[in-house]
């Protein structure tokens, strides 16, 4: 929205930014969408046909739904592989946001993949590609030029020495006018506009205001500590507020990353609660993501007098107050908090606990935890369930809930985990049941079903997952036999997946093996992490299941 506002906006940009969107209206036919009555997939904003752009952004959060681009192009008319686009008579596709954290999975389906914020880099694309297309100029020539742009990776523009059964040996500029590295563009304060913290349109019930950018902290396994961390300035978010009045827009979403970590958070709660007062308590205010171990009395005395409040991610149709917050311990072992560099240590868990239990309005309580991580023994997953119990406990809500929300680990691109060993999804479905069974044997049926709740991802999606966190540009041509013969991701199994693979000489354990430090990434052009960091996370959890499995405390997984 940031960059469909700057664009709008900008008189000396050469283009007119449009959205098209999922509508309703669409209709599902297997594993694809179809416009109704023959129709063309249109843009909101002036009802043309898509595939007539000369530049189509694709944003997608998250590398699970990488398979949807494949659905997209196909609603759009538009010739889904980049050798098949011509320049000047199909869109140059750019692809963007989290699920492009390894740009090789569509590398040969996307033309460029821009990195980090695009307001400095997406501008210079849509000059460079308004100019060429006037001086009818050759597609290679283009795509050199773009190259050349700091944060725009262009796939093309690199040679890919393939290793049997999946992997690289190599990624090389294919000329010496090509960067070897290419990084991801984070603005200063000064270089974002409103419309990064505010969105810059609303469907008329709710707005959304971004009080943060970034994360202070920087947890090995985490992709929110990369960029930097900004906030936004009060008066943006107060007059964006002031506005939504004017307009009788009455839910107010806080999407941040970290809501605990912004400096004017108890200004923007106090004109909250006004914002509140004046829309005669119809409003709703939904927050996203806060630290645990950054709660006070004083934050949630502020939230709880808002009226109706909400959790973004929260889906759960609970009884009694709505409040709801999440702790993200990620382990419960205190020594796998401390090696992947998470501050959420169980006296700190303690002392949040101990604050929400004052406060009536809350009666809920999510924790996020982390399955599957290198060396974890059964006594790591029991620990969850036992965790889950003291929490309760400590909270002492007799018709209180805890949501125990589990989460593969799966090593992101980019991060400092990158390189190592994932589990199974079949397996981590059994260890979910594990920690399941053991909860359920030590609180008794009635209180599980009363007090507790045990949510997972889907294996289906996290096998998507595993190969396109890992994957070099072969998976894309797997995706795209997949979406062909017609396979729904959310009901992929690990047969017909390895049956894929095996199809184009791949095997899905080469995606979920331990990388050596010295190996080369399929992502290595857009890769900046510290080997010594990758190194000495490596050697503290080999030290570890060495000492748990001589200890006799159960099996590690490796």
């Not at 700091?150 to 890919?160: E, Q, R, S, W």
């Given at each position: ?38 129709e ?5 904003e002036?009802a ?32 889904r ?10 869109p ?25 914020e ?11 590609v ?9 597609k290679?020539s ?5 190259s ?9 523009m ?5 290793l ?16 070897a ?17 505010v ?7 709710r ?19 990369v ?6 300035p ?13 307009h009788?827009i009455?839910q ?8 605990t970590?912004?400096?004017k ?13 004046r ?28 009226g ?7 889906e759960l ?19 796998l ?14 002392r ?17 935890f ?20 003291d ?17 593969q ?15 199974d999804?079949?397996?981590?479905a059994r260890?979910?049941e594990?920690i ?13 079903e ?40 959310a ?12 199809a ?7 995606y ?5 430090p ?41």
């Amino acid at each position: 929205m940031a960059l469909y506002d700057l664009i709008n906006r900008g008189s000396d940009i050469p283009a007119v930014a449009e959205r098209a969107i999922r509508y309703n209206c669409l209709r599902t036919q297997g594993n694809r969408l179809t416009p109704p009555d023959g129709e063309i997939y249109r843009t909101i904003e002036s009802a043309s046909p898509v595939g007539t752009a000369d530049v189509v952004g694709i944003s997608i959060a998250n590398a699970g739904d990488l398979p949807s681009f494949f659905r997209l192009m196909d609603l759009a008319g538009i010739p889904r592989r980049a050798a098949d686009r011509i320049f000047g008579k199909h869109p140059l596709i750019v692809g963007g946001n989290g699920g492009f954290a390894n740009p090789e999975i569509l590398a040969d389906y996307v033309d460029v993949v821009a990195l980090g914020e695009g307001e400095t880099s997406l501008v210079e694309l849509i000059r460079t590609v308004h100019r060429a297309r006037r001086a009818g100029a050759a597609k290679n020539s283009v795509l050199e030029e773009l190259s050349r742009i700091p944060g725009l990776y262009v796939p093309a523009m690199y040679d890919c020495e393939l290793l049997p059964g999946g992997g690289v040996a190599a990624v090389r500029p294919r000329t010496s006018q090509v960067p070897a590295k290419v990084r991801p563009q984070f603005l200063g304060l000064d270089g974002l506009h409103a419309a990064h913290f505010v969105a810059p349109i609303s469907d008329g019930k709710r707005g959304v205001v971004v009080p943060t950018l970034g994360c202070r902290w920087a947890c090995h396994f985490c992709t929110l500590g990369v960029p930097p961390f900004r906030q936004a300035p009060l008066d943006v978010l107060e007059a964006y507020v002031e506005e939504l009045e004017k307009h009788g827009i009455a839910q107010v979403v806080v999407s941040s990353p970290t809501f605990t970590q912004y400096g004017k958070r108890y200004a923007l709660l106090d004109r909250l609660r006004e914002h509140s007062r004046r829309m005669e308590g119809k409003a709703t205010t939904i927050i996203g993501s806060v630290r645990a171990d950054e709660l006070s009395a004083r934050y949630l005395d502020a939230v709880s007098e808002l009226g109706d409040t909400g959790h973004f991610f929260t889906e759960l149709k609970l009884g009694g107050p709505r409040g709801i917050v999440t702790i993200a311990p990620e382990f419960a072992s205190p020594d796998l908090v401390r090696i992947f560099n998470k501050t959420m240590t169980p006296h700190r868990v303690h002392r949040s606990i101990d604050l929400l239990r004052e406060n009536e309005h809350f009666a809920h309580i999510m924790l996020y935890f982390i399955v599957g991580v290198p060396g974890e023994t059964a006594l790591d997953r029991r620990a969850i369930a036992e965790y889950a119990v003291d929490v309760f406990r400590r909270f002492d809500r007799r018709h209180g809930t805890v949501i125990l929300k589990l989460q593969q680990f799966m090593p992101e691109p980019g991060t400092v985990s990158q390189r190592l060993p994932m589990a199974d999804p079949a397996l981590t479905a059994r260890h979910v049941e594990e920690i399941r069974e053991h909860l359920y044997n030590i609180v008794g049926g009635e209180a599980y079903e009363r007090n507790y709740r045990v949510v997972w991802e889907e294996s289906s999606r996290l096998l998507v997952e595993s190969v396109c966190l890992r994957g070099d540009r072969r998976i894309g041509r797997v995706l795209e036999m997949l979406h062909e013969t017609g396979t729904d991701p959310a009901r992929l199994s690990g047969e017909r997946l390895q049956e894929a693979l095996a199809a184009h000489g791949l095997d899905h354990h080469r995606y979920l093996r331990r990388l050596n430090p010295c190996e080369p990434l399929p992502w290595d052009v857009v890769n900046d992490v510290d080997r010594d960091q990758e190194s000495r996370l490596m050697a503290e959890l080999d030290r570890r299941a060495f000492e748990t499995t001589s200890a006799g405390d159960g099996v590690s997984v490796i």
